[in-house]
Each structure stands twice: as structure tokens, then as C-alpha cells.
């Protein structure tokens, strides 16, 4: 109440003090008007009157003028007239006049002075000294007389104005009432508004602020939309999540000390990765260093919206994004990746430069554009209808062209420069190279700044060395790689895979003993490190303001359903994502367990990807019409099966299906990691919730409590859900939880933090001669 009051005070005072010097203007406009109108009124009848006197001045004068006189003294407002002699005696007079006016007026002096007109206002008080009986104000106007063209006298009239002041006071009275209600009106409205839109959302923000500070997690209270509220809350959810990150760090550290795990080794087993760890690591390692990625795929997308011409900015889904983002994060450093969105030049700086998460700036991203053709060439032919059916093995024939293949080539020069560019005037820079799309980019950097640490780290699977072998350009692409000072892939057979390729592509000393290639003396680590995502912890519930029941209802009533049960899956629309196997098992499923039909719901979150591609958007047909296929099979007025939400959703859309559904599908044909599985995993701080997860998917090896299927088997997959749908609760917790300390133990800091102190330990021959390049 005080807040209120000492809001609306000021309010109070300052629209009193408008509303009143508004009254009084009107007030004063008010009396000018009316005594002007009154001069100019005067005037008029004064020349009038002056026509008819001047004559009478010369025949019989006294009489006539009397006559005259009194007939005019009659009219509205008008006391009386005089006319004077050039002595200044009046000559004749209205009777009632007062008897002071027999004498000439000083304005009728001045105006037989000045031979013209002139007119004068004296008030109540001025007239009680002329005249005590008849004390009211009034106006005199005086015209000169003439004869022959000589002032032989004056002529005065008398005009009572006491109906002005009558006049001003009913306005000055109105005003004043206007004046007040305006001020209750006004501040009665603001009162409410300021309790409506500000106290009221501001103490239900700061008893959010004190759930949270009290480490009992809430959503945002409900307060009105608008930016003031949506900014604040999205600082205080970056500051709550950061609070509970560092909270959970500091128990878990606090809780491991406690049980004595005093061996250094198990500890760097059990003690968690967090941000801040790997940023005093990486701090310690890189001393001071800053870190360089490179990627195709861009954290960050600047879009032009359509519909308002407004720019928004899109996160890809890309597992590269969801890996690399925290890292980032937690290190600084300079991410330099392909600009793709339509609106990304209008964000940069004159060196293709922003600071990014747009809002809240902590690491660099340089762009580098390509044309049309460049991308057609590079990223759509070499690397995704070449390389990447080439490392899937998923039934889709790799396409390589040679235009494709110099187009390749040509981009990964560029990145490297680019590459060189940002590291210019570092000593001894650590690079962390990403995926297939750059398997010529390690060789070229290192050549340039042999003083450089570099990674490079490829996030799909590589095949066997027969498959392998297909690519016309296999020796080239190896011996690009090779440039690098490590290689990284998911999982261990992917190295295998991979050193065997090396044996019969290029020549080389494959070294299987400790995993090295050396090549022209120039040695390659290669690695497993099974890629994650940051682990939220306690953040999620900050978001999660309701129920997961409630949420099924939420969603369900949005996607325009009826159903009691949900499972979902989340992939970009990929033939090797296994999508069509996942929907032919849901009707498998629904074939065999018709009791769930008009209950279950299957939402498949899909984003479109690699539309240019033609395999791709067919592809994207096919998973549509497959739906429709199914649907129509089976669906009633208020249910279907299955929802296709062919859309790119936010992390936070994502979030409400995860935390709603039974369980979540992956079901890829071949996927180097994949991140939803962990991230379904992750997500579900209710320990409730069933993952159903490919074997062919690097994830399975670590998430043994996931339902393991073999996608190729529709009744496996059928069986799979219908398992999942049947789970009790306790075994539902026991394997969530499992799955979840793992995701937790092994995130993607503890990805990052092996793979940067393995790579900072490699000892790097550096030429004697070397000159640090300096910034242009
Ligand atoms: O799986 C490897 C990967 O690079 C992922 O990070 C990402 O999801 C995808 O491939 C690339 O997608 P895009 O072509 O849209 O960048």
C-alpha cells in the first residue's frame, strides 16, 4: 500500500497542478474574450452615436442632446452616456449616471487629446472612489467631438461590466470541478493500472525470486506479457539456473568429499563436470588461451520473419549446437561457422563478427558466407548426398560428383582461412574442428601454424574401410584428417573403423597398440568420446510450472486431440532418422492393442532439414503421407495416432513434450551418438518416463536402461511400446534414474574436458623458425 501511495502521491500533485493552471488559462482566455467583445461593441456604438451628436453640437444643443442621451442610456449593459463640452462640463447626461460623471472622465480627456478613440476598465473598487452609492465595475470608452475639424468636446459611454466577473466566476467555477474530477478520475485510473500491471506482477516476480533463492523451484509467476516483465524474467531464469547449476555442484562436490573418495583417479571418475569446472580447467590448460571451433552449422541464426518484417533468432537443431553451445559458454572463445540465415549479414560487424547468445553475450561467432552454388556444391552434394549416406550406410546411394568435390575443397580453404585469420596473433592456438565437413580443414590449418593444437571431431559414424573405400576421394580425405593432432569419434569401433582405413588408404604407420597414426612424422591420436548434452540440474523445474498430466492436457488440447497418453519423438526429418519404421511400429502396435486406440498419441516433432536436397524433401513427403496413411486407418473424430509437427521447434516447445510424454523414440537406422535420447533423459527430473532407443545409435551404448530395439523390426517395435506404455512406475524410476546419472556424470563438459586436456597434452613439434602471424 505504502509502494502504491508513494507512486500515486506525485501522480496526485502533478495532475492537480496541470488541471489548475488549465483552469486558470481558461479563465483568462475567458476575461479577454468577453472585454474585448465589450471594447469592441463599444466602438461601434460609440461612432454610431458620435454621428448623431457632432450634428446636434451646433443647433439647440442642450435639449436635443438630453433626448438623445437618455434614449441610448437604456441598452443591455449600458449604463449611461455623456457628452462634454470642450471644457470638460457635461452638456448632457443619462440620468441615472452618477453625478461624478458631470465632470469629464481622464480617458475622455485623453481621447479629445489625442483626437481619437479610447477606452478604459475600472473596477468595483476604483468606482467606489468616484462614485460610493453605485460601486460597480466598469468600462469607459470616449470618442472626441467635432466641428469643422476642431475637438470641441467628448462623447462617453459607461458600460457596467459587473456581468464579466459574474461570467469568470462560473467558468472559474466549472474549471475548478473539472480541475478535481479530472485528478480523481486520472489518478483513480492510474492507481489501478500501476496495481494491475506493476505492484501487483512485481510481488508475485519477487515471491518467485524468493522460491527460488530458497532452492524451491517454480515457473514464472502469471504477470502480464510485455517487455519489461519478459526480460527481467528471462534474466532471472538465466540467474536461477546458474544459482541451482552451481547449488547441485556444490552439493554433489560437498556430498563426494563426505563419502571419502579420496583417490585422485576415482574422483576425476565421479566428480561431476560442471561449467565452471571446465572453465578453471580449460583456464588452467589453455592459460588464458582463447578456443577456436569450427563448424558448418551455426549456433545462431538471424531470420527475417515474413509476416512482420521483424528479425528473429533461430537455434538449429543440430547436435553440433546442442553440444558445443555449453562449452562455449563455459570457455569464451571464437566459434567460427557457415552465416545461413537470410538475415545473418544484417547482425554482424564489419569483421563478420557477434557476440552471441544474443542475450547474454559470453563468446564470439564469426560468419562466413557462401554462395548458392559454393553451398550446393559443398555442403548439400559433397558432405550430405556424399559423406553422409557414405557414413550411415542407410540405404541411400552416396553421390559424389567431382564439381561437388572442388566445391569442397574450395569451402574448406576458405574456413581454414578464416580459421587463420581469428587465431592470427595467438601463440600456440587450440582449434576444435567439427564434422564431416571439413575432413581437408586440420591439414591446411596445421600447415599454415604448425604451432596450432589441433581436433578435429567427426560426429557421425565411420564405416567400415569397403564402404569407406567407395569415395573417390578417400585418400585425400584421410590425409586431410590426418592433419590433425587428434581425431575424435563417438565410440570406439568408430576408431577402429577408421584406423583400418588409414592402413589401406594413404601410407602411414597405423600404431594400434595406443591408437596413433604417424604419417610423414607427424603423429594422430584417435579417440572415443562419446559426445552429450549439459546436464540441467534442478533448472528445468524452473520452467515447469505444470503437472506432466496437465501438460499432456495442454498439449494434447493444442494439437486439437483427445488423448490419455502420449509418447513423442524429436528429429530433424532424416531418411536415416528411422522415422518411417517408428510410425509402421505404432501401427503394428495398434494393430495388436486396439484397447489403446483412441488413448495413445504418438507426436512426432520434425523439423525440416537438407530441403534443397531432393532425397530429403521427399523424404519429408513420404514421412507425411505415411502418417496420413496410418491415420486414416485408424483415427475417430476426436483422436489419431499420430501428430506430425513438421515444424523446427524451440528447446522450450521440446521440453513440454518431453516432460509430458510416456516415452520418447529413437529409432535411427545408423546415428553417430544422438542427443535426444540423452536429452529425454536429462529432462525427466520425475525419474518417470520410458526411452525406447535404437542399438545402431551410439547413445545405446551407454543408455543400457533404455528399451533397446532393432529398428528393421516393426514387431520389435511394437513390442517396445507397448512395454513402455505398460511399465510400472518403480521400474520406470529405477531405469530414468540409471539413465539419468549417467547422462549427468557423463555431460558434455566431461566430453569437452577430455577431449581439450587430451589434446593439451600432446607435445607439438614446432619448427624451429616459426613466427607467430600477426593480425592484419
Ligand atoms: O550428426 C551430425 C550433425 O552434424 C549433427 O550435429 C546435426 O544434427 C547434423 O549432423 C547436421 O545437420 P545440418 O546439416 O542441418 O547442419
Given at each position: 500500500?505504502?509502494?502504491?501511495?508513494?507512486?500515486?502521491?506525485?501522480?496526485?500533485?502533478?495532475?492537480?497542478?496541470?488541471?489548475?493552471?488549465?483552469?486558470?488559462?481558461?479563465?483568462?482566455?475567458?476575461?479577454?474574450?468577453?472585454?474585448?467583445d465589450?471594447?469592441?461593441?463599444?466602438?461601434?456604438?460609440?461612432?454610431?452615436?458620435?454621428?448623431?451628436?457632432?450634428p446636434?453640437?451646433?443647433?439647440?444643443?442642450?435639449r436635443?442632446?438630453q433626448?438623445?442621451?437618455?434614449?441610448?442610456?437604456?441598452?443591455?449593459?449600458?449604463?449611461?452616456?455623456?457628452?462634454?463640452?470642450?471644457?470638460?462640463t457635461?452638456?448632457?447626461?443619462?440620468?441615472?449616471?452618477?453625478?461624478?460623471?458631470?465632470?469629464?472622465?481622464?480617458v475622455?480627456?485623453?481621447?479629445?487629446?489625442?483626437?481619437?478613440?479610447a477606452?478604459e476598465?475600472?473596477?468595483?473598487?476604483?468606482?467606489?472612489?468616484?462614485?460610493?452609492?453605485?460601486?460597480?465595475?466598469?468600462?469607459?470608452?470616449?470618442?472626441?467631438?467635432?466641428?469643422?475639424?476642431?475637438?470641441v468636446?467628448t462623447?462617453?459611454?459607461?458600460?457596467?461590466?459587473?456581468y464579466?466577473?459574474?461570467?469568470v466566476s462560473?467558468?472559474?467555477?466549472d474549471?475548478?470541478?473539472?480541475?478535481?474530477?479530472q485528478?480523481?478520475?486520472?489518478?483513480?485510473?492510474a492507481?489501478?493500472?500501476?496495481r494491475?500491471?506493476?505492484?501487483?506482477?512485481?510481488?508475485?516476480?519477487?515471491?518467485?525470486?524468493?522460491?527460488l533463492?530458497?532452492?524451491?523451484?517454480?515457473?514464472?509467476?502469471?504477470?502480464?506479457?510485455?517487455?519489461?516483465?519478459?526480460?527481467?524474467?528471462?534474466?532471472?531464469?538465466?540467474?536461477?539456473?546458474?544459482?541451482?547449476?552451481a547449488?547441485?555442484?556444490?552439493?554433489?562436490?560437498?556430498?563426494?568429499?563426505?563419502?571419502?573418495?579420496?583417490?585422485?583417479?576415482?574422483?576425476?571418475?565421479?566428480?561431476?563436470?560442471t561449467a565452471?569446472?571446465?572453465?578453471?580447467s580449460?583456464?588452467?590448460?589453455?592459460?588464458?588461451?582463447?578456443?577456436?571451433?569450427?563448424?558448418?552449422?551455426?549456433?545462431?541464426?538471424?531470420?527475417?520473419?515474413?509476416?512482420?518484417?521483424?528479425?528473429?533468432?533461430?537455434?538449429?537443431?543440430?547436435?553440433?549446437?546442442?553440444?558445443?553451445?555449453?562449452?562455449?559458454?563455459?570457455?569464451?572463445?571464437?566459434?567460427?561457422?557457415?552465416?545461413?540465415?537470410n538475415?545473418?549479414?544484417?547482425?554482424?560487424?564489419?569483421q563478420?563478427?557477434?557476440?552471441?547468445?544474443?542475450?547474454?553475450?559470453?563468446?564470439t561467432?564469426?560468419?562466413?558466407?557462401?554462395?548458392?552454388?559454393e553451398?550446393?556444391?559443398?555442403?548439400?552434394?559433397?558432405?550430405?548426398?556424399?559423406?553422409?549416406?557414405?557414413?550411415?550406410?542407410?540405404?541411400?546411394?552416396?553421390?559424389?560428383r567431382?564439381?561437388?568435390?572442388?566445391?569442397?575443397?574450395k569451402?574448406?580453404?576458405?574456413?581454414?582461412d578464416?580459421v587463420?585469420?581469428?587465431?592470427?596473433?595467438?601463440?600456440?592456438?587450440?582449434?576444435?574442428a567439427?564434422?564431416?565437413?571439413?575432413?581437408?580443414?586440420?591439414?591446411?590449418?596445421?600447415?599454415a601454424r604448425?604451432?596450432?593444437?589441433?581436433?578435429?571431431?567427426?560426429?557421425?559414424p565411420?564405416?567400415?574401410?569397403?564402404?569407406?573405400?567407395?569415395?573417390?576421394?578417400?585418400?585425400?580425405l584421410?590425409d586431410?584428417?590426418?592433419?590433425?593432432?587428434?581425431?575424435?569419434?563417438?565410440?570406439?569401433?568408430?576408431c577402429?573403423?577408421?584406423?583400418?582405413?588409414?592402413?589401406?588408404?594413404?601410407?602411414?604407420?597405423?600404431?594400434?597398440?595406443?591408437?596413433?597414426?604417424?604419417?610423414?612424422g607427424?603423429?594422430?591420436?584417435?579417440?572415443?568420446y562419446?559426445?552429450?548434452?549439459?546436464?540441467?540440474?534442478?533448472?528445468?523445474?524452473v520452467?515447469?510450472?505444470?503437472?506432466?498430466?496437465?501438460?499432456?492436457?495442454?498439449?494434447?488440447?493444442?494439437?486439437?486431440?483427445?488423448?490419455?497418453?502420449?509418447?513423442v519423438?524429436?528429429?530433424?526429418?532424416?531418411?536415416?532418422k528411422?522415422?518411417?519404421?517408428?510410425?509402421?511400429?505404432?501401427?503394428?502396435?495398434?494393430?495388436?492393442?486396439?484397447?489403446?486406440?483412441?488413448?495413445f498419441?504418438f507426436?512426432?516433432?520434425?523439423?525440416?532439414?537438407?530441403?534443397?536436397?531432393?532425397?530429403?524433401?521427399?523424404?519429408?513427403?513420404?514421412?507425411?503421407?505415411e502418417?496420413?496413411?496410418i491415420?486414416?486407418?485408424?483415427?475417430?473424430?476426436?483422436?489419431?495416432?499420430?501428430?506430425?509437427?513438421?515444424?523446427?521447434?524451440?528447446?522450450?516447445e521440446?521440453?513440454?513434450f518431453y516432460?509430458?510424454?510416456?516415452?520418447?523414440?529413437?529409432?535411427?537406422l545408423?546415428?553417430?551418438?544422438?542427443?535426444?535420447?540423452?536429452?529425454?533423459?536429462?529432462?525427466?527430473?520425475?525419474?518417470r518416463?520410458?526411452?525406447?532407443?535404437?542399438?545402431?545409435?551410439?547413445?545405446?551404448?551407454?543408455?543400457?536402461?533404455?528399451?533397446?530395439?532393432?529398428?528393421?523390426?516393426?514387431?520389435?517395435?511394437?513390442?517396445?511400446?507397448?512395454?513402455?506404455?505398460?511399465?510400472?512406475?518403480?521400474?520406470?524410476?529405477?531405469?530414468?534414474?540409471?539413465?539419468?546419472?549417467?547422462?549427468?556424470?557423463?555431460?558434455?563438459?566431461?566430453?569437452a574436458?577430455?577431449?581439450?586436456?587430451d589434446?593439451?597434452?600432446?607435445?607439438?613439434?614446432?619448427?624451429?623458425?616459426?613466427?607467430?602471424?600477426?593480425?592484419l
Open positions: 500500500m505504502r509502494t502504491t501511495l508513494k507512486i500515486v502521491l506525485p501522480l496526485i500533485v502533478s495532475v492537480s497542478a496541470v488541471s489548475l493552471l488549465f483552469a486558470a488559462y481558461q479563465v483568462r482566455t475567458e476575461k479577454r474574450i468577453l472585454r474585448n465589450l471594447s469592441r461593441r463599444a466602438e461601434i456604438l460609440g461612432e454610431s452615436l458620435q454621428e448623431s451628436v457632432e446636434l453640437l451646433e443647433r439647440a444643443p442642450e436635443s442632446l433626448r438623445l442621451v437618455d434614449r441610448f442610456g437604456q441598452r443591455e449593459h449600458l449604463k449611461g452616456v455623456a457628452v462634454y463640452n470642450a471644457a470638460g457635461a452638456l448632457a447626461i443619462t440620468s441615472s449616471l452618477s453625478p461624478i460623471f458631470r465632470m469629464r472622465p481622464s475622455a480627456t485623453r481621447a479629445a487629446q489625442a483626437d481619437k478613440g477606452g476598465f475600472l473596477s468595483a473598487e476604483q468606482t467606489i472612489l468616484l462614485n460610493k452609492e453605485d460601486a460597480v465595475p466598469i468600462h469607459i470608452y470616449a470618442l472626441p467631438l467635432h466641428r469643422d475639424d476642431e475637438v468636446g462623447l462617453a459611454l459607461f458600460h457596467d461590466t459587473s464579466i466577473d459574474k461570467q462560473r467558468t472559474l467555477r474549471s475548478l470541478l473539472n480541475a478535481f474530477v485528478t480523481v478520475l486520472i489518478t483513480g485510473l492507481l489501478i493500472l500501476v494491475w500491471t506493476f505492484t501487483g506482477p512485481l510481488t508475485r516476480t519477487a515471491t518467485w525470486l524468493r522460491t533463492r530458497t532452492g524451491q523451484p517454480h515457473g514464472p509467476p502469471n504477470v502480464p506479457q510485455g517487455e519489461i516483465f519478459d526480460a527481467l524474467h528471462q534474466e532471472v531464469t538465466h540467474l536461477a539456473r546458474d544459482l541451482n547449476t547449488r547441485a555442484a556444490a552439493e554433489e562436490e560437498a556430498r563426494l568429499r563426505d563419502s571419502n573418495a579420496s583417490l585422485w583417479t576415482a574422483e576425476r571418475l565421479r566428480v561431476l563436470w565452471e569446472r571446465l572453465r578453471v580449460v583456464r588452467n590448460k589453455l592459460q588464458e588461451k582463447p578456443l577456436y571451433v569450427v563448424s558448418n552449422r551455426e549456433p545462431y541464426m538471424h531470420v527475417f520473419n515474413e509476416k512482420d518484417k521483424s528479425v528473429n533468432v533461430i537455434i538449429p537443431a543440430s547436435g553440433v549446437v546442442t553440444a558445443l553451445e555449453p562449452v562455449l559458454l563455459a570457455c569464451n572463445g571464437t566459434w567460427i561457422a557457415n552465416g545461413s540465415g538475415a545473418d549479414r544484417e547482425a554482424v560487424d564489419a563478420d563478427h557477434l557476440r552471441v547468445p544474443p542475450d547474454r553475450p559470453s563468446y561467432l564469426r560468419r562466413v558466407w557462401l554462395s548458392d552454388e553451398d550446393r556444391g559443398y555442403y548439400e552434394g559433397f558432405s550430405n548426398e556424399g559423406l553422409w549416406p557414405l557414413c550411415h550406410i542407410a540405404h541411400t546411394r552416396p553421390m559424389f567431382p564439381d561437388d568435390w572442388l566445391q569442397y575443397q569451402i574448406n580453404r576458405r574456413f581454414a578464416a587463420l585469420h581469428e587465431m592470427a596473433g595467438t601463440e600456440s592456438p587450440i582449434l576444435l567439427q564434422d564431416y565437413h571439413f575432413a581437408l580443414l586440420p591439414r591446411m590449418v596445421k600447415e604448425p604451432d596450432a593444437r589441433v581436433a578435429i571431431f567427426w560426429h557421425i565411420w564405416p567400415n574401410p569397403e564402404v569407406f573405400g567407395i569415395c573417390p576421394w578417400q585418400r585425400e584421410v586431410g584428417l590426418l592433419g590433425a593432432d587428434l581425431i575424435g569419434f563417438h565410440i570406439q569401433s568408430h577402429n573403423n577408421f584406423l583400418e582405413t588409414v592402413d589401406r588408404a594413404v601410407e602411414a604407420l597405423t600404431e594400434w597398440d595406443r591408437f596413433a597414426v604417424n604419417r610423414q607427424h603423429v594422430t591420436r584417435v579417440r572415443p562419446p559426445i552429450s548434452v549439459a546436464f540441467p540440474e534442478n533448472s528445468r523445474r520452467n515447469q510450472a505444470r503437472s506432466a498430466g496437465a501438460e499432456r492436457a495442454a498439449l494434447c488440447a493444442e494439437m486439437g486431440i483427445e488423448a490419455s497418453l502420449l509418447g519423438g524429436v528429429d530433424r526429418v532424416d531418411y536415416t528411422g522415422i518411417l519404421e517408428r510410425f509402421r511400429g505404432i501401427e503394428r502396435f495398434l494393430e495388436l492393442n486396439p484397447a489403446y486406440q483412441r488413448r498419441t507426436a512426432q516433432i520434425g523439423a525440416p532439414s537438407r530441403t534443397d536436397i531432393e532425397r530429403y524433401k521427399n523424404f519429408l513427403d513420404e514421412v507425411g503421407a502418417a496420413e496413411r491415420n486414416a486407418r485408424f483415427q475417430s473424430s476426436r483422436w489419431k495416432p499420430i501428430v506430425f509437427l513438421k515444424k523446427h521447434h524451440s528447446h522450450e521440446i521440453a513440454r516432460h509430458a510424454a510416456s516415452f520418447c523414440m529413437v529409432t535411427s545408423h546415428d553417430g551418438m544422438n542427443l535426444v535420447a540423452k536429452e529425454y533423459a536429462a529432462s525427466r527430473d520425475d525419474e518416463g520410458v526411452l525406447i532407443l535404437s542399438t545402431f545409435a551410439g547413445a545405446a551404448h551407454e543408455l543400457s536402461d533404455a528399451l533397446l530395439v532393432n529398428p528393421y523390426d516393426i514387431s520389435q517395435l511394437a513390442d517396445a511400446i507397448h512395454r513402455a506404455l505398460e511399465m510400472p512406475e518403480e521400474e520406470q524410476g529405477a531405469r530414468m534414474r540409471r539413465m539419468r546419472q549417467t547422462v549427468r556424470e557423463h555431460n558434455v563438459y566431461r566430453w574436458a577430455h577431449l581439450l586436456s589434446l593439451t597434452e600432446i607435445r607439438i613439434e614446432i619448427p624451429d623458425r616459426m613466427e607467430v602471424p600477426m593480425p
